[in-house]
């Protein structure tokens, strides 16, 4: 499987006709910036950091968990990146017969799917931290009727797998689990992911350091989560630290994610959990 | 008994010690009748060749054959006898068989005649049956033993003297089998057979003059094939939802290649592109031998798919993104086995591990209900694990500090508890109630913790466990 190279354009042989390479290049460009259109995430202090603006599109991502334990912070900020992918807009009238096909087009979600592949053993330095719990995806404004989850039994089939969806082009974002990936394999993950312009996040190990051909690279940390004035838990906060950006610099923020209206938000009160553990004593003397 | 044996003078029903006197180069082996119905099997399979319905003998037929429905492809080989001729050629030049054949209008007859005819491979003209039958023993029927017996005892030795008597004692008389017997056997009612693989819809065949090895040429003939089929299927307005592809080696075996479609699909090349990944994975099992010499392609399962009209308009086509979709699921499908590609389906259970299920995907999505305001855990764990060293204010009260895997949490804050009671109407003895708490660490790790029974009424002695994280 060799790799579509986004046409060739022989520039020696346009070389004489000046007008000819212009025309070219303009037919290219519109492409490349459709491709790299950024996914922002909502929160101007990270979207105006990032040098596209947001997560690029088309491109490899990776996300890596603190510590072990942050495993689930890891996979909340996957999940709330995706539910800020929005489905395409409701396809106007078409020059179809008004009966087409309703059966077959009823028996997908209209809404391009999100594809996760995860090894069957889970991921492995990691002890088996449960699987995704379709309510607690809902509970985190992700549908959860939208998710394909595809089991893999060893490494080579989850980067098969990865790259299969990558290149169809047909879910609206690829998430993969994998342990360790060389520069090579990063690249042609990359390549594919730029090819079809379909973000691909990988959940890598806490302990990765190695270089790849990432866009970006997320290390995600638990933070106390937000809480209302009863002491209950109202959004959650996560500690996030590009560690590795293309084009960008790193850089660090805590912030709180909103599942209802699918934005992040900078973490507000950071250090005051006196507060909070006040009020949860006081609701736990109610309760009691 | 094989011509060796006969020669020897052995006969079906000797003693051991007998049978070892008259041949002292008799070998003993155990019978194994698992081991032989899965030959018979392998043998229809590969006799699907010459027909799709291929169903081999059950106990009470003898288990040592099967039957051929070759009604409309007798003509693809020059008619009956040549297919006859064709067929013990093949069984004994592939598999050292001499076989018995025989052709009839019902399986009944046919049955017999390959049984007692006198010569090894015999077709019966339509409407012939009583005439042939007659000169036959009884045990041309296919009775139980005793049932033989019997009639033995009352002096019916042939077919032919049960036919002219009158029903209704024998009805009186004997079980129903001997009725339905005679019926079967002369067309008076249908027998059913059970084909040994789920004969297809539509069906294309291909004989190779050269046995082919290469996957290459494999996937060529494959589609190839799947060309014919398509003119058929575009007639009918279906499409394929479920294909098999048979491989014929040449030293008699057959390799069986099961292709499932979200979509019903006419595109040649996405079945080819199938194949190619099925054949990637067996590449490693199957082998090639001496080649195929025959391959096979069958809709085991066609849908209705009205053509349509291809887009003027627009590339970016929402029904062209949902046939990309379900041309994914089909090729992880293929490579990654049925059950690898799951979608989450919401249960109507309030238990966290049964309030949800991973079915293959098949299918319409099931939507999911609006989230409630109750906490839920983004990693539910497989099975609840025990949290060790819980202390808690008072007993019914929240937690503060557990130790789960070998890490001890301090708990700043926690929420509930949120009580959920076991389904009674599902086991005869209780279950006892869990009060959940959401509970987090200093650290900002959250966890999803539950005590089981309530003190007092169900437990003396609650037991804490570790059932989820929250993101």
């Given at each position: 499987m060799g790799f579509a190279q986004?046409?060739?354009?022989p520039i020696a042989a346009l070389a004489r006709n000046r007008a000819a390479v212009m025309e070219e290049l303009r037919r290219l460009i519109p492409r490349m910036g459709e491709q790299r259109k950024p996914l922002p995430l909502g929160l101007a202090a990270i979207d105006s950091h990032l040098p596209d603006g947001g997560l690029v599109c088309g491109a490899l991502h990776e996300i890596v968990p603190?510590?072990?334990?942050c495993i689930a912070a890891a996979f909340g900020f996957i999940a709330a990146v995706l539910a800020r992918i929005s489905s395409p807009p409701p396809p106007g009238p078409r020059l179809r017969a008004p009966e087409w096909g309703r059966e077959q087009q009823a028996r997908l979600p209209r809404t391009p799917p999100l594809l996760f592949v995860t090894p069957a053993h889970g991921l492995r330095p990691y002890r088996p931290h449960g699987r995704l719990h379709g309510h607690g995806l809902n509970a985190l404004g992700l549908d959860p009727a939208r998710l394909i989850l595809v089991e893999t039994a060893h490494r080579k089939e989850t980067l098969w797998a990865m790259e299969e969806a990558v290149r169809s082009a047909a879910p609206a974002a690829v998430v993969g689990a994998i342990d360790t990936l060389d520069l090579k394999m990063s690249q042609r993950l990359h390549l594919a992911a730029t090819d079809a312009g379909v973000p691909l996040v990988l959940l890598r190990p806490a302990s990765t350091l190695e270089s790849s051909a990432a866009a970006t690279r997320w290390r995600i940390g638990a933070a106390q989560a937000a809480r209302d004035r009863f002491g209950l838990v109202t959004q959650p906060r996560w500690h996030l630290q590009l560690e590795r950006c293309r084009n960008g610099r790193p850089g660090q923020w805590v912030v709180e994610y909103d599942h209802v209206a699918h934005c992040f938000s900078l973490a507000a009160a950071?250090?005051?959990?006196s507060r909070a553990r006040g009020a949860g004593e006081k609701s736990i003397k109610q309760a009691s | 008994m094989n011509e060796a044996a006969e020669a020897a003078g052995l006969a079906t029903g000797d003693l051991l010690a007998d049978a070892r006197a008259k041949a002292e180069f008799l070998q003993v082996r155990d019978a194994d009748p698992v081991a032989d119905d899965a030959a018979l099997r392998r043998l229809a399979l590969w006799a699907t060749r010459y027909t799709p319905t291929a169903s081999p003998w059950n106990e009470d037929n003898g288990a040592d054959g099967f039957f051929l429905d070759i009604a409309g492809s007798a003509h693809l080989f020059g008619g009956e006898e040549k297919l006859l001729a064709d067929l013990a050629s093949r069984l004994q030049k592939n598999f050292g068989l001499s076989a018995r054949l025989a052709v009839a209008d019902t399986p009944g007859a046919a049955w017999a005649l390959s049984r007692f005819h006198k010569s090894p491979s015999c077709v019966l003209s339509s409407g012939q049956e009583a005439a042939a039958l007659?000169?036959?023993?009884?045990?041309?029927?296919?009775?139980?033993p005793e049932t033989r017996s019997v009639l033995r005892r009352l002096g019916?030795?042939?077919?032919g003297s049960l036919l002219d008597k009158p029903r209704a004692p024998f009805a009186a008389r004997f079980p129903t089998e001997l009725l339905r017997r005679v019926d079967q056997a002369l067309g008076r009612i249908d027998e059913p057979l059970v084909p040994v693989v789920a004969p297809p819809v539509y069906h294309a065949l291909r004989y190779l003059i050269e046995p082919i090895f290469t996957h290459d040429a494999i996937i060529a003939h494959a589609n190839r094939l799947m060309q014919t089929l398509v003119h058929v299927l575009t007639r009918d307005d279906v499409g394929a939802r479920a294909l098999r592809l048979c491989l014929y080696n040449v030293d008699g075996a057959v390799e069986i290649i099961d292709i499932g479609l979200t979509l019903p699909t006419r595109n040649v090349s996405h079945v080819a592109r199938l194949i190619e990944l099925k054949l990637e994975v067996l590449a490693a099992t199957c082998d090639a031998g001496f080649g195929f010499e025959a391959i096979g392609l069958a809709v085991t399962c066609a849908e209705p798919m009205p053509a349509r009209q291809t887009e003027l308009t627009s590339a970016a086509d929402d029904g062209d993104r949902t046939e990309r979709c379900a041309s994914l699921i089909d090729a992880l499908r293929q490579r990654l086995g049925p059950h690898s590609v799951r979608r989450f389906e919401p249960v109507a259970s309030h238990l966290p591990e049964r309030a949800e299920v991973l079915p293959p995907i098949d299918g319409e999505a099931t939507a999911w209900p609006e989230p409630e305001q109750k906490p839920r855990p983004l990693l539910l764990l497989p099975h609840a694990e025990p949290a060790e060293d819980v202390t808690a204010l008072v007993p019914d009260g929240p937690p503060r500090r557990f130790s789960w895997r070998g890490v001890t949490y301090d708990i700043t804050g926690a929420q509930g508890p949120e009580r959920i009671g076991a389904e009674w109407w599902r086991h005869r003895e209780p279950k006892p109630t869990r009060d959940y708490y959401l509970v987090e660490d200093s650290a900002g790790h959250r966890f999803w913790l539950f005590r089981e029974g309530l003190y007092g009424?169900?437990?003396?002695q609650a037991q804490w466990f570790v059932h989820g994280l929250f993101a």
């Open positions: 986004p046409n060739p354009v603190e510590t072990e334990s950071l250090a005051d959990f | 007659a000169p036959l023993p009884i045990a041309a029927l296919r009775l139980k019916f030795k042939t077919v009424r169900e437990t003396a």
